[in-house]
């Protein structure tokens, strides 16, 4: 049997490998909701616009809300040969209303539907998305304000570099989510404009009003281009895009996350919630949790890579092609949004090894940094000669398998006879972290300080969205 949707010029039905590959309700069934929304709006513009009848566009209207309702009690029969979520929806129609139900697809196409639907759907979980990252963003705050003058060794190359605080190194995650929320609200405004009635590429004949669908579901306004309007996916790319840059923040922290859990860190306790243990050593607690949002995150670049490759050469305007644009983007958003779930409840649970990360702050040659700017200081010396006199210093502290401050006066003179006493105020690890207040830096009064200021800004922030 031929489509009863599309098959007029059909004389045979399709192959059924045909059926297989071209059916996408197995997973466009997610956008229901959208695609009640979007035709309850279309055909209420329709009989403001004298183009269907008012008590056929009611009865239509009452038949889309009676399918939401069934699709929702998990009694409705997604059908295969009905292809989509839209001809699903459309036929079911058809069987509660009979042939009114066909005046819902004046003046648009599935071209236009789907676009419309998908938009929804998209900003909708951004929206949510944007949420979450807020409160992960306050459970680093919480972090950064209990631990704003704990020490630990700051890293370049993950080699001690110079002392900073737990609470800065949880701040410079705050900053992130905020360029990552940053980025979801900008592609979520941009996105807000409505395809529907594009029709299948060039517009429509009948005198519908557009601003009127688009204002009914949200939009801003209707795309200005019937052909963009339909062939767009740029929402959908920036959506993964952003994701993208999301999920690789993540996957920083679960990375540290594992290194800093490990018996040869000690830095960090995970809570049980979200470690394991192993069926066969009886002393495991593996970061799970941790390793799986490292691992989402190449999952979700790659979902960014389909899309873009599938989108790459498309000629204007819709093709089929676009049809695979929904599964990565299901699949990224609501994996980041799991991944945002999961180190939410890591950093709210963490607990920071205070006295393991004083010492291993203290290790390293850590504040030879701040011996150099002594030099500079104190002594008036260039910095590339203080830098070279603290680098013999420390070759002479690693000879002897000892830290800097364990050095005697004595030895230190042997290198620079001008060296006094006072150096050793600031080989401290304490004082090597009050020392750099400078705007940004690791200080312990700038990291409170930030971490108020956020907090203050993230509740408001939460207030205003609840
Ligand atoms: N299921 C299709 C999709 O997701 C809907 C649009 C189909 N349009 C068409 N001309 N065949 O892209």
């Known amino acids: 049997m031929s489509n009863k949707m599309w098959g007029g010029r059909f004389s045979e039905g399709p192959d ?33 616009q004298g ?39 459309e036929s079911r129609l058809a069987d509660l ?62 080699q001690s570099a110079q002392p900073v605080t737990f609470g800065h190194h949880m701040m410079a995650y705050v900053e ?51 052909l963009d309007g339909v062939s767009d996916r740029d929402f959908a790319l920036e959506a993964l895009s952003s994701a993208s840059i999301c999920a690789m923040h993540l996957s920083r922290f679960a990375e540290e996350l594992v290194i800093w859990s490990s018996a040869q860190f000690r830095f960090v306790k995970l809570s049980d919630k979200f470690s394991t243990g192993s069926s066969i050593m009886p002393q495991k607690r593996n970061p799970d949790a941790a390793e799986l949002v490292r691992a989402k995150s190449g999952r979700i670049i790659g979902d960014l890579n389909a899309l873009l490759i ?27 949004s799991l991944c945002i779930a999961a180190m939410t409840g890591m950093v709210k649970d963490l607990e920071p090894n205070l006295k393991e990360l004083k010492k291993a702050a203290g290790s390293g ?46 030895d230190m003179q042997t290198v620079e006879p001008t060296i006094t006493e006072d150096v050793f105020s600031v080989l401290s690890v304490d004082k090597s972290v009050r020392s750099r207040t400078c ?15 956020w907090l203050k800004k993230l509740e408001k922030e939460k207030a205003a969205k609840q």
């Open 16 to 48: 059924a490998i045909m059926e297989e590959i071209n059916a996408s309700i197995g997973f466009d069934q997610k956008l229901y909701s959208q695609d009640i929304a979007g035709s309850k709006a279309h055909v209420r513009m329709l009989a403001a």
């Open 51 to 89: 183009i269907v009848a008012a008590d056929d566009a009611k009865a239509i209207e009452d038949g889309l809300d009676t399918i939401k309702g069934e699709i929702e009690a998990g009694s409705f029969t997604f059908s295969r040969a009905l292809e989509d979520i839209h001809m699903n929806v």
């Open 97 to 158: 209303i009979g042939p009114k139900a066909g005046r819902l697809h004046t003046a648009r196409s599935r071209n236009d539907q789907v676009a419309t639907d998908f938009r929804l759907w998209v900003r909708d979980t951004l929206d949510t998305l944007d949420v979450q990252l807020l409160e992960l963003q306050l459970a680093f705050v919480a972090k950064a304000d209990e631990f704003a003058s704990a020490v630990m060794p700051g890293f370049t190359h993950l």
């Open 176 to 226: 992130m989510l905020a360029r990552d929320r940053g980025r979801v609200q900008d592609a979520r405004q941009r996105m807000n404009e409505c395809p529907l009635g594009s029709a299948a590429l060039a517009g429509t004949s009948f005198p519908i009003d557009r601003h009127m669908t688009a204002k009914a579901l949200g939009f801003d306004r209707p795309t200005a281009n019937s």
């Open 310 to 336: 599938v989108m790459k050469g498309l000629p204007l305007a819709y093709s089929k092609d676009m049809q695979e644009d929904k599964e990565q983007v299901f699949d990224a958003l609501q994996n980041l």
């Open 365 to 410: 040659y850590s504040t030879a940094t701040d011996l150099a700017d002594w030099l500079v200081r104190t002594l008036g010396m260039p910095f590339r000669n203080a830098h070279h006199v603290t680098g013999s210093l420390v070759a002479m502290a690693a000879e002897r398998s000892i830290e800097l401050h364990k050095l005697s006066l004595e």
């Open 439 to 453: 705007y940004g830096g690791t200080a312990p009064v700038n990291v409170k300080k930030q971490a108020k200021s």
